[in-house]
């Protein structure tokens, strides 16, 4: 399996979030339009979220600059934005997931960090 490089992840992270975020747009009325689908429309948000966070790590990472919570916290901002436009119902499931989608990151990075050093 091929590893990429940071600034080839950063801008494959940043041209999924923003075909997710025009796939949210378009289908925004779709995705308020019953109650399951506004749950899917959060999880889409989570999605948006943990790529943008990973397109702002990645490039910040070819700076040299470690990824930290206020860069976490402006990611979730523009998720729940996002989220805001589609139903108010998506900003609560789009928070929620992402708190387990960024559980999962950190704790998946650091297992696959510790197994790499082995």
Known sequence: MAVLSPKSTGLLSTAIAVVLLS??????PIL?????????????CALLFLFILFAIGNF????GLPTRWPEV??????ATIVASTVHRVCVTT??????GLLAYAHFGMRHQRTNRVR
Do not use: D, P
């Open 23 to 28: 796939v949210i747009q378009l289908l925004s």
């Open 32 to 44: 308020a339009s019953s109650e399951k689908l506004t749950i899917v429309g959060g999880f889409l």
């Open 60 to 63: 910040e990472n070819l700076v």
């Open 73 to 78: 916290a402006m990611s979730l901002l523009i």
């Open 94 to 99: 789009c928070v929620l997931f992402s708190a």
